[in-house]
């Protein structure tokens, strides 16, 4: 019963949050309120939550990451994919190896393994915290996107490294062609069983609809199965689960873009997710700042560990190792950022600039959160000897300090660093805005001329004029619809039957939607964007349905 009643406090701490937030006279991110939330229930029930590592990276990790891989533009995941890689892969592995050197040298009494372990987990970034923290400030577009992937690709380098780092931790023995090997294995083992099982469930769908019909709530169901699917499965043979549920979501982003499902069902499931994102994404913070009191209360014995029973100084040690992650992170992004230049010299001018505001929000939006604190309360209780683990207790207040301070400097940092600046609109979006506004006119009005002359081939009563007129009608309404400003005066097409009307609406609308689909798989125009074109498409679908 407690179980469940903490849950639904936790819930209303949710619900609450976004109140606070709009009643106070300052912005303060939401992520924040709801941390502070999450330590004000902290003592109810009395025991609390004994946060079980491996149930919360299940519940929460693989939906909110299938998402993110789902609704990630790709366009500009591809054109950024360097950056990216160089972000997700190369600042892990430079992180953990001076990191791990730095922290064993200002904190000599935890030893080396528990050290590079710390650096390992620190040094994944989080997706959800970095749309909590950006979601109301001005970012570019592009900037989102690097942060994001780099987010969604991270958690398996840094949580490889780290695994390998407590291994050595407890056993004392470390193989470095042993753990290379075994992070292609989790690299690409994961994204191959969320390719191949997220292909396979999309497959099965479509072809049990084409025969039997859909069912919104079913459709719905399978889209929240998958992730926990791919991640379950990946992590049985020993691969990353959370880029099965990356990869599975990329999958459903492609499947979408079939227009094999309804436009109820599309408007639905995006509605089933947005909550569902909204849910998890506040509970996660809440159950962070729940676990706080309980990780500070270690304080003074990690001070004894320490050897210096004065607790001060393990504030220093966090605000020193966040300090570094911040040089580091800064370093790497310029080197990126110069690479880039080098690699990519047909890459114009204006679209490889990053200034150094950029680079700046680049490395301040490096927020840490669920994952290293989830992976850091992994740590074993003692090594195979049986004695106890050197320092657990330090690696996870000093984690825990860090997801805190990172969430702070980016909340006053970012706001500050984005004040007065205004990203001017990309060129390639608004072109492919214009393509996707024409063509679905164009397809539109050969829809409705292919339908007229079905009408006369059937030898239905039609007058020309009418027709003529209700189809510029439609054609103003779907203009609207789509962000062209401007209905026409159209006049009133009395002649025309309300079932002739509405076959004429259903047929433009289809025909549209169409055509911004095709456009999206021939890559034409991002996915983001055909999946917003399609958006407003289908709410006037269900409209004159």
Not at 146 to 158: C, V
């Amino acid at each position: 019963m407690d179980n469940v009643l903490i849950v639904i406090v936790m819930l209303a701490a949710v619900l609450a949050s976004g109140s606070v937030a709009r009643l106070l006279p300052w912005a303060v991110p939401l992520p924040l309120i709801q941390i502070a939330l999450g330590i004000g229930i902290a003592g109810f029930p009395d025991h609390g939550i004994r946060l079980d590592p491996e149930l919360f990276f299940l519940l929460f990790l693989p939906p909110l990451l299938f998402l993110d891989g789902w609704r990630i533009p790709k366009d500009a995941l591809r054109r950024d994919v360097l950056g990216i890689f160089q972000l997700s892969v190369g600042l892990v592995v430079v992180t953990i190896v001076g990191m791990g050197f730095l922290i064993h040298w200002m904190i000599p009494s935890m030893p080396l393994a528990i050290a590079f372990a710390l650096a390992a987990i620190v040094s994944p970034t989080d997706a959800v915290a970095v749309e909590g923290i950006t979601r109301h400030l001005s970012v570019s577009r592009r900037v989102l996107t690097i942060l994001e992937g780099e987010a969604l690709f991270n958690d398996a380098s840094g949580l490889v490294a780290f695994r390998f780092a407590v291994a050595a931790a407890v056993t004392g023995a470390f193989s470095l062609p042993t753990a290379a090997l075994s992070f292609v294995w989790v690299a690409l083992g994961g994204l191959g069983v969320g390719f191949g099982l997220a292909s396979v469930v999309v497959s099965l769908r479509v072809r049990f609809t084409a025969r039997f019909g859909e069912d919104p709530g079913a459709a719905i169901l399978v889209s929240l199965l998958i992730p926990f699917a791919a991640y379950l499965l990946a992590e049985r043979i020993g691969a990353s689960g959370i880029l099965a549920a990356v990869a599975g979501g990329v999958v459903m982003s492609r499947a979408e873009l079939s227009g094999k499902s309804s436009a109820a069902t599309r408007t639905q499931r995006h509605a089933v997710w947005n909550m569902l994102q909204l849910t998890l994404n506040g509970v996660i913070f809440v159950l962070l700042g729940e676990q706080f009191p309980r990780i500070f209360e270690g304080a003074s014995r990690v001070a004894a560990e320490s050897g210096d029973p004065r607790s001060w100084l393990l504030v220093c040690y966090a605000l020193a190792i966040c300090a570094m992650l911040y040089v580091f992170r800064f370093a790497c992004i310029y080197l990126s950022i110069l690479t880039s230049r080098v690699v990519r010299r047909s890459v114009p001018a204006e679209a490889s600039r990053a200034s150094l505001r950029t680079i700046a929000v680049l490395t301040l939006a490096g927020v840490r959160g669920a994952v290293t604190l989830a992976g850091v309360v992994t740590l074993p209780l003692a090594t195979a000897s049986g004695a106890a683990l050197p320092a657990r207790d330090m690696a996870i207040f000093l984690a825990a300090a860090v997801i805190v301070l990172s969430l702070l400097i980016a909340s006053v940092g970012l706001p500050r660093l984005l004040r007065g600046v205004e990203w001017s609109a990309s060129p390639i979006h608004e072109r492919q805005q214009r393509l996707a506004r024409s063509s679905a006119r164009a397809a539109a009005s050969d829809a409705l001329d292919q339908l007229r002359e079905r009408f006369g081939s059937e030898g239905e009563h039609l007058d020309g004029d009418a027709f003529a007129t209700q189809g510029e009608l439609i054609l103003s309404e779907l203009g609207d619809t789509l962000g062209v400003r401007g209905a026409a005066d159209a006049g009133s097409p009395e002649a025309l039957s309300w079932q002739q009307s509405m076959r004429m609406r259903r047929v433009a609308v289809a025909a549209a939607r169409a055509a911004i689909y095709e456009l999206a798989l021939k890559g034409e125009i991002s996915d983001a964007l055909a999946r917003e074109m399609v958006r407003k498409i289908d709410l006037e679908d269900l409209r004159i349905s």
